[in-house]
C-alpha cells in the first residue's frame, strides 16, 4: 500500500467501505450530486437492533489497498455502489457487463453491491430487482437515499455472519493464517504445525474478529478480542499484528472515550446511543435473538479493565507505532497511525506531544511518491498542526506544499495553486492582507519572514498573469515592511513596483479573487510620512469676519442656564474638531502637511491632494520632490471650495512609484490634527489695493496686533504734506456693494499734532457697487507734525562745535564767542547733533472694509489693511518761546528762537511778516506780532464728559485746542528751496503756561476814546489847543462774574524823552468836570461807558494816565485785568480866524 489516506481517524475502524463510482460516461456534476446523496446516510440504525453501522464513502480507491483487508477490515471494500446512464435497452447488456467488470475488482472483499440506473425507461425498467434500481433522470430519485439504507442492512447481516462465524471456536478446525501482502513470500515453508505459528494464528485472528466486532457495533467485544490478540502476539513477537491489535485497542478506547469524534467538526459524528441500551440485555455469547440477530454480549466483561485510559491510549499508540517502524513496507500504516494519534491528543490538548508525532510522521519514507502525493502529505500536515495550535508550523509546511505546486520536475507549474496556499499561510506567520492591521502598536511576527513570503506572492502573481496582483503585494511590501528594509532593498522594491505599474497601475479598488476573498487597497500613509495636518486659514486681506450684530443669531437659546456642563459635554467631540475661523466659497484654501521622506533617495509624489466631504470640493493637486531622509517639510495642499456649508479634509491622495493612494486621516494615529472640520461661508468679492508710493520692506512692531496686507514707506520732513494715491481694484467674482474706511496710528511713543491721515470717501463711494474688473481712487493726505520743540543745552553744544548762532541780543545765553575747533578735539557734540538729526517713524494702518454677494447677506464683510510707514526727519526746531508786550493791549510780540537742524539752507516764514533764512545747522530769533487770543470762546466740555473725564486729560485738550488756534493764527510754514520740500512748523509743543496767559486776552477789555477816536498801538490823538477834548472809557466784561462799581483817575503828565516826566500841569491842562470817572457794575458779557471831557490850554505833546483808586472793589481781581492802554495827545495850534 503506497497512497496513504491522511483523512484517517481512530474512529473510520468501526466503519464499513462502500466505494461509490460511475460506470460508463457519467456527467461529473450530476455524479456528485447524487454521491452527495449518497454519502449522507453515514450511519444507519439496524432494525430489531440496538447497534449502529457506520459507513465510509469513497469514490475513488485502489485496489491494491484494498488487499491490506484482513490486516484492518475497515480497508476492506465491502459495498460497491455504481451509477450508470443508459438511454435505451439496447445499451442496457452493456452497461450490465461494465458493472459486473466493476465487481469483480472488489470481488475477494465485496458483500454485496447496487447499480443505480438513470434514463432507462421501458420494461427492463419495471423490473423489481434487488441489485438495481432505475430512475427517469437525475431529477426524478426520490428514493436513492431509502434504497442506500436496505443496501446498507444488507452488508450488516453479512458481517454479523462474518463476525459469528470467526468468533464461535470450532475445536478441531485449523485457524488460517491472516497475512499482509508483504508477508505471502515470507511464510512459504514455515512449519505450520508448530505451537508458535499456531499462536500467530489465533492471535492474527483474535484480531480480526475484535474488528469484526468493532465495525458491527460491539464495543465491548472488540475490546476484549484484542486484549486477548495483544497477549498473544506478543508472545510471539508478531510486531506488525500487534501493533495493528494495539492500535485497535486503542481506537476501541477511542470510540468509547470520545463518542464525538476526532476528526473535527465537518467529519464529526453523532454520540452513539447504543451502548446505555446494551447493559439491560444478557445473552451468552454468539446466542442469536429471535431474529438471528445477536447484540453486543460483553457488558458484563468490566470496563474499566477493558478500556485504556486516556493516557494509556496514547503510550499504545506510541507502541504501535515503534512496531509499524521495523517494517519499512508499513510506512503507509505508520503515518495513518501517527495522524490517528495526533488528532487523539489535539482533543486532549496536549499539543507538544502530538508535535512529536507529527515530527516522526514528516520522517516516514513512504518511497517515490508523485508531486501531487508530496502537495498533499505536506497539506495534511499543515492542517494537522494548525489543528493542535502550531500556527507558525502549520505555515512552514503549507509553505512547501506550495512551492512543490511550481517545483521544476512539474511540466506544468500550478502557479494558482500555489498562490492560493501561499495565501492560506498568512495568518501563521501573523501577516494579514489588511494593512490596517499593521497600524496598531508594534510590529507582530517575523519581518523577514513576512518579506520573503511576500515576494512569493509577487512573484507567483506575475507568473499567473496578473499584474494588478502583483502590483497590489508589493505596495503592501513597502508599506508594512519599510522599516525592516535595507537601503538596498527598498531601491529595489521601488524598482520593482516602478516596472510593474508601468504595466498595470496601482489604485484604491478592491481586488476580488476566484474565492472570494477581497484584498483591501494599501495606501502610502509612509511614502511619505505625514506627521501633522493643519487647516490654514485664509490670508488676513480674505478672511471673512462677521457684522458685530449677527454675531448671536444662530446661537441656540434653548436653554436659559448661562453654562451647562451636559451641553458641553455633548458638543465636546465636535469642538475638538471643528476649527473656529471659516473657509469662503470659491476661494483658494490651504491645509498645511509636515511631511517626512524616510527612502534613501529622493521621492517623487506626482499627484498630491486633499479628501473632502461635505460641499463640493476642487482639489488642486501638487506634485512634490523631497530630499532623502529630509526630515519634516512642509507641504502646502490647496483646493477650492465650490458651494457653501461645512466640509470636513478626511485625508490626502498621492500618487507614488504608480500607485494612487488615499490616506484617510481617522486611520492615521500619529498624525497631529488641530481639527478637520471647517464652515465654508458664501462667495464674497475681493479686493486689490496699489498705491502711488512704493511698497515697503519695513516690518510693522512686534506691538502692532494687525497683520498688514502691504506697507508702503514715506519720508518726510516734519511738518510736511504728501497725498497717497489708492487705486481700489475688485478682482473677484462679486460686486463690491459697500466700502468703508478707518486709520489707526499705531505707534504711541510719538505724539501727533493734527490729522495725521485725511480723506474724502464720498467720491469713491459714488462708483459702487463696483463690477468686477472694474477699479476706484482714493486720495489720502499723509500729514506729519511732530513736536518741534528743543533744547537749549543741545544748541550749547552745537555752539562748542564752532556752528555761528546769529540774530540774538548780546544777553542771550545762545550768544556764545566763536572759536576754532581743535584738530585733536573729540567731537563730544555727536550726541548733541545726533539728537536734532534722529530721524523718528510713525506708522499707521488704513482699513477698508467691504463686502457684498451671497456673504454680505449672510452678514459677513473682508478687511484689507494698508500700513504707511513714514520716516520723519526734522525741519525747524523751536528752542526758545518768549513773550514781549507790544503797544496795544490786545496784542503781544511772540519771540522764536528757530533752528535748521538739516544740511540745507531753509526759509522759515508766518503770516504779514518777512521770510526768515537759516543756513544749516544755524539758529536765529523771529519775532512775530500777534493779537491776543480770546480762549474763553473755545468750545467747552460739557458737563457730563468733564463729570468722567480724568482732570489731567482735559487739561491736555484745553491746552491743544488753545495751540491749535494760536498755531493757525500764527500760519508758521518752512520751505527747502533746494529740495523743493516745504510745510508747516507747529507751536502747539512749545507752549507753556506763562506763554499761553501772556497771549490769552484778558477778560476785562478797556477801550479809550478820544472826539470819539480810540487811542492804541501808538495812535496819536489831534487836538485844537483852547478846545474841548471828549473822554470816553469803556468795559467790556468777557468774564463769568459781574464787576464793579469802579473808579478811576485820569492824571495829564509830558514825558520829554530822557527819563523826565512832569505831572505839574495844571496851568496847561483842565478838566471840564471831574477828573474821576465812575463805573458802575457790570454783568458778564455787559458793557459800560463813563464820559468826561478836558481842555488843553497850551500846544504840545500831552500824555493820560488812567489809575485806579485804590478804595475800589475790584482790586481783588489780576491786575492784568485791569491794564487800560496808554493816550497820547497832541494839541495843536488853533487856526488862525479869517480877518483878525
Known sequence: MSVPDYMQCAEDHQTVLVVVQPVGIVPEDQFFKIYKRISSVSQVNIRDSQRLLYIRYRHHYLPENNEWGDFQTHRKVVGLISITTCGSTKEWPQTAERFHGQKEVYSSTLYDSRLLVFGLQGDIAEQQRTDVAFYPSFEDCPDVEKRVDDFVESIFIVLESKRLDRATDKSGDKTPLLCVPFEKKDFV???????????????????????????????????????????????????????????????ASVIFHYPGGTAGKKAGRKPSVSQPADSGKRHRPGALTANGISADTSTEIGRAKNCLSAEDI?????????????????????????????????????????????????????????????????????????????????????????????????PEPGWRACYKLLLETLPGYSLSLDPKDFSKGTHCGWAAVQMRLLHELVYASRRMGNPGLSVRHLSFLLQTMLDFLSD?????????????????????????????????????????????????????????????????????????FIYSPIIMHNRGEERSKKIEFQWVQGDVCEVQLMVYNPMPYELRVENMGLLTSGVEFESLPAALSLPAESGLYPVTLVGVPRTAGNITVNGYHTSVFGVTSDCLLEGLTSV?????????????????LSTSLPRSAHTP??????????????????????????????????????????????????KVFGEFLSWDLDEALSHLPLKCGQALTLTVRIKVKLDFSGQESLLQDLNDDGISVTGLPINSPLRHVLKPRSENKTVGSESG????????????????????????????????????????????????????????????????????????????????NQDLVLHASECQRMAIQVDKFDFETLPQPDQETARFTNPKQLEEERQHAQGCQINSNLGICWSIPSLRRSGEASVEGVLNQLVLEHLQLAPLQWDVLVNGKPCDCDVVADCRSGDAVSLEVQLTNLSKNSVGPLALTVVPYQDYQNGVQNYELEDAVTFIGSNTFYIDTVKPKE????????LFLYTGDFYLNIKFQDDSAGRDLPLAWFTLPSVHIRALEPPQQAGA
Open 701 to 750: 512692531q512686534p506691538t502692532s496686533k494687525e497683520e498688514l496686507s502691504s506697507t508702503v514707506s514715506v519720508q518726510l520732513f516734519n511738518g510736511e504734506m504728501q497725498p497717497l494715491t489708492i487705486t481700489l481694484e475688485n478682482i473677484g467674482s462679486e460686486d463690491i456693494e459697500t466700502l468703508e474706511l478707518t486709520s489707526k496710528t499705531t505707534t504711541t511713543k510719538e
Open 1087 to 1094: 458793557s459800560s461807558v463813563c464820559v468826561g471831557a478836558l
Open 488 to 560: 538596498q532593498e527598498k531601491k529595489e522594491v521601488t524598482q520593482s513596483l516602478e516596472n510593474y505599474t508601468s504595466k498595470c497601475p496601482g489604485g484604491m479598488e478592491v481586488i476580488t479573487l476566484p474565492d472570494g476573498l477581497k484584498l483591501p487597497p494599501v495606501p502610502f500613509t509612509k511614502l511619505p510620512i505625514v506627521r501633522s495636518v493643519k487647516l490654514l486659514n485664509l490670508p488676513l486681506s480674505l478672511r471673512p469676519h462677521k457684522v458685530k450684530g449677527l454675531l448671536g443669531q444662530n446661537m441656540s437659546t434653548a436653554s436659559p
Open 833 to 912: 547733533r545726533a539728537e536734532y538729526s534722529h530721524i523718528k517713524s510713525l506708522e499707521a494702518v488704513l482699513n477698508f472694509k467691504y463686502s457684498g454677494g451671497a456673504g454680505k447677506v449672510e452678514g459677513y464683510y473682508r478687511e484689507l489693511s494698508l500700513g504707511i510707514h513714514v520716516d520723519v526727519e526734522p525741519s525747524v526746531f523751536f528752542t526758545r518761546v518768549n513773550t514781549l508786550p507790544a503797544t496795544s493791549t490786545r496784542q503781544c510780540h511772540l519771540l522764536l528762537d528757530i533752528f535748521n537742524p538739516t544740511e540745507h539752507e531753509l526759509t522759515v516764514s508766518a503770516k504779514n
Open 672 to 688: 497631529k490634527t488641530s481639527g478637520c472640520l471647517v464652515e465654508v461661508i458664501p462667495s464674497l468679492p475681493r479686493l486689490q
Open 189 to 251: 515453508g514455515l512449519d505450520t504445525d508448530s505451537r508458535h505459528y499456531k499462536k500467530r494464528c489465533q492471535g492474527r485472528m483474535r484480531k480480526h474478529v475484535g474488528d469484526l466486532c468493532l465495525q458491527a457495533g460491539m464495543l465491548q467485544d472488540a475490546l476484549v478480542h484484542y486484549h486477548m490478540s495483544v497477549e498473544l502476539l506478543r508472545g510471539v513477537n508478531d510486531f506488525l499484528w500487534l501493533g495493528a491489535a494495539l492500535e485497535g485497542l486503542c481506537s
Open 314 to 410: 496514547i503510550e499504545k499508540y506510541k507502541e504501535a507505532i515503534s512496531y509499524y517502524g521495523k517494517y519499512k513496507n508499513a510506512g503507509v500504516i505508520e503515518l495513518e497511525a501517527c495522524v490517528k494519534a495526533v488528532r487523539v491528543l489535539a482533543i486532549q490538548k496536549r499539543a507538544r506531544e502530538a508535535s512529536e508525532f507529527l515530527q516522526n510522521a514528516v520522517y516516514i519514507n513512504l518511497g517515490q511518491l508523485s508531486e501531487e502525493e508530496k502537495i498533499q502529505r505536506y497539506s495534511i500536515l499543515s492542517e494537522l498542526y494548525e489543528l493542535i495550535g502550531f500556527h507558525r508550523k502549520s505555515a512552514f509546511f503549507k509553505r512547501v506544499a506550495a512551492m512543490q505546486c511550481v517545483a521544476p520536475t512539474i
